[in-house]
């Protein structure tokens, strides 16, 4: 019989991170952004920050794009300097909210030239797709409204959907288009895509290329993800999660820091669903910003919270769950919940490192690793990369 440690092992090494290029420069609140020292000052310093994370985690080869903050002249030399350094160039992020022709929406904007721009930057985010080989397309936009009547909310749903539509039909083959959603912000009034409803019903019309992406940070307070996680994935419309964690709204903070068990229950559908097989598809990315923590660590300490939550998972005892569930015993099927929770997996995933001729403590092989304070000294002058905000 295969021992439970071992398969718990054997998946978790199916499993990757996807770490965001704009975790590794600046970013804030609307009140500060407080620079670091040795914060990458271009996409290629980025990428040498990740494969770092990389190399003392062993499960993020993927990296997050964002553009135009990763905005180069050659994609295909940034896939190779990717690849030269162990990675590859995972989902392309949007940009719709930071010009001022945005100020009353992009893809939804009431002006049909505003929403061709808007339309035409998409596009163009396919185009460097195509170049660097990414297949995701993320798509989060800022579109709503502050007012009452400010605009028609449901000729914005069909701009919205005509916009769609034209990205969807330039996808290539292999390439697929994740619609975000996020309850407010920056709109206050509506919000053109509000809810994983709202997401998953243009996926729905779009076509199987199209599935929804959960930002664990996008929801209202109590709101249940891991409800909305099983659903989607039941409907195979989970194309991937914006792992993050909150205390109030978008906080952004570290996965897996506020609410470890809110984490542990989003793995449990996740891993008992099949979420974690090759096949679904299901991309685990981080969507955070670190303004007062240091940056590459507070990356791998992430990628260790996701780990650990998955491992736990993992350890639930699915067929004492589900005979309890047939008998109706609530207590019993919620203990084989709590007993896989309370475990202490850290031992475990020491173990499954050393396997893997990596260090069994990351954050402690970073630190001794002088990275940190070669980049302090080397990445002097030029300007610091940020979200442009
Ligand atoms: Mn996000």
């Known amino acids: 019989m295969l021992d439970v440690r071992d398969a718990v092992k054997a998946a978790l090494k199916t499993q990757t991170v996807e770490t965001p290029s704009w975790g590794y420069g600046n970013s804030g609140t609307r009140f500060k952004v407080f620079a670091q020292p040795g914060v990458p000052r271009t996409p290629w310093e980025k990428l040498e920050d990740a494969a770092k994370v990389h190399e003392f985690t062993g499960v993020t080869p993927k990296v997050s794009l964002h553009i135009p903050w990763d ?96 990205v969807y039909e330039r996808l290539g083959e292999e390439q697929r288009l994740l619609l ?19 997401s998953y019903a243009h996926c729905l019309k779009l076509g199987p290329k199209a599935q929804v992406v959960v930002d664990t940070g996008h929801h209202a307070p109590g709101t249940s993800i891991e409800f909305i996680v099983a659903f989607l994935l039941r409907e195979g419309k989970l194309g991937g999660f914006d792992f993050n964690s909150r205390f109030y709204a978008d906080d952004d903070l570290m996965v897996g820091s506020s609410d470890p068990f809110q984490l542990f229950r989003i793995m449990h559908e996740v891993t008992k669903n099949g979420g974690l097989a090759p096949a679904a598809n299901v991309a685990f990315m981080l969507d955070q910003c670190h303004n007062i923590e240091a940056k590459i660590p507070a990356v791998i300490r992430s ?21 309890a569930q047939r008998e109706g015993d609530v207590l019993a099927a919620n203990a084989a919940l709590m007993d896989a929770y309370n475990t202490d997996v850290r031992p475990l995933l020491r173990e499954l490192r050393e396997e893997q001729g990596l260090a069994p403590e990351p954050l402690a092989a970073y630190a001794a690793s002088g990275w940190r304070e070669r980049i302090a000294t080397e990445r002097v002058g030029g300007e610091q990369a940020g979200w442009g905000a």
């Not at 800022?142 to 000729?155: E, K, L, R, S």
């Not at 990628?303 to 005892?317: F, G, I, P, R």
Request: aromatic share 8%; charged share 25%.
């Open 303 to 323: 990628v260790m919270n996701v780990q650990e939550a998955t491992a736990k998972a993992l350890l639930v005892d699915l067929d004492a769950l589900a005979a």
């Open 71 to 166: 905005r180069v002249d050659d994609y295909t030399a940034l896939a190779a300097y990717a690849a030269e350094r162990g990675l590859r160039l995972g989902a392309i992020n949007s940009n719709t909210f930071q010009d001022d022709d945005y100020r009353l929406g992009s893809v939804c904007h009431p002006d049909a030239k505003v929403r061709r721009r808007a339309v035409g930057h998409l596009l163009e985010c396919v185009d460097i797709m195509d170049a660097t080989g990414s297949t995701d397309l993320k798509l989060w936009f800022a579109d709503g409204t502050n007012y009452p009547g400010q605009d028609d909310v449901v000729a914005r749903q069909d701009r919205l959907a005509a916009a769609l539509a034209e």
């Open 180 to 198: 975000e959603y996020k309850l407010f912000e920056p709109a206050f009034y509506t919000t053109d895509v509000p809810d994983w409803g709202t």
